[in-house]
């Protein structure tokens, strides 16, 4: 989705843009076989305490969202369609971190930026199913709890198993089409000469930008796409919250409420992480490095809200807390 604003923020600037791509075409050019990911800083001196933060950050990830799924797998009591899609949303996060950062921590230690062509298309590809992927697992969880919350008694008929095991497979079978369509669309574009991506993974948007062809296509087909994929989650989220608000004052008790506050409360925080970090990358860039925003609003998507995921339902959430505790309880028993 930072793909979106991305071409959002470039649409003035349509004109110019294939103008430079025609004009580019026309020489000799060396075809890329290699890209450069600058990461980062270029200085030395802080590469050290990068290493250090994002292993850090790496194995929180893995270690939180791999706690979680293994603590919903196990409890056949949280075996409902809400935290099968909590353990996909962790799958994701997982995946998505492992996606960026291990290769970027090898590059810091080996000292070396440079991804095969492959590689880097490889990795975008991947990258954008689990951006994708994350939103349409948002929004699905966003439609189970306003079912939960505004239709209580429909709820079993309409949120059964089988639908929610429907709703995962369609998520995951949408978020790889999309990553498909752009990864062929990029894949006819060429690049020449520059091969430097001001980034510290292979992301579509810096590589739209580095691409000399004409990338008029692309950046319509991103366009249409990431708007229908933030619009349609971001608006069912919307209305299920306004229900679910509504729902919450017409409960007369002081405890009935709270109960449906905390149902409720865990999604609601990652869906302003997510979507608070999307505003305030993109609303609001340090307009004097645009290359920098891009990456910043890359490490909240990729590996701030991947990490806090875990934090958010474990510590929120009086089930997940349970099925924690039997986890680690089993554990000790079996030693
Ligand atoms: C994802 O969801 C499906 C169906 O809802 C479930 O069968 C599967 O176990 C989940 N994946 C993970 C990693 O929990």
Known sequence: MQ???F?????KTFGSFLQIGRNMHQGNHTIVAEFILLGFFNQDEHQN????LFLGMYLVTVIGNGLIILAISLDTYLHTPMYLFLAN??????????NSVPKMLVNIQTKSQSISYES???QMYFSIVFVVIDNLLLGTMAYDRF??????LNYTTLMRPRFGILLTVISWFLSNIIALTHTLLLIQLLFCDHNTLPHFFCDLAPLLKLSCSDTMINELVLFIVGLSVIIFPFALIFFSYVCIIGAVLRVSSTQGKWKAFSTCGSHLTVVLLFYGTIVGVY???SSTHPEDTDKTGAVLFT????????FIYSLRNKDMKGALRKLINRKISSL
Request: aromatic share 14%; net charge negative.
């Open 49 to 52: 305490l990068l290493f250090v």
């Open 7 to 11: 071409s959002c923020r470039n649409m």
């Open 120 to 122: 880097c298309i490889t």
């Open 303 to 310: 590996v701030v809200t991947p990490m806090m995921n875990p």
């Open 3 to 5: 793909d979106y604003w």
């Open 147 to 152: 079912v939960a919350i505004c239709h209580p």
């Open 283 to 285: 609303f609001f860039p």
């Open 89 to 98: 949303l962790s799958f994701a996060d997982i995946s998505s971190i492992s």
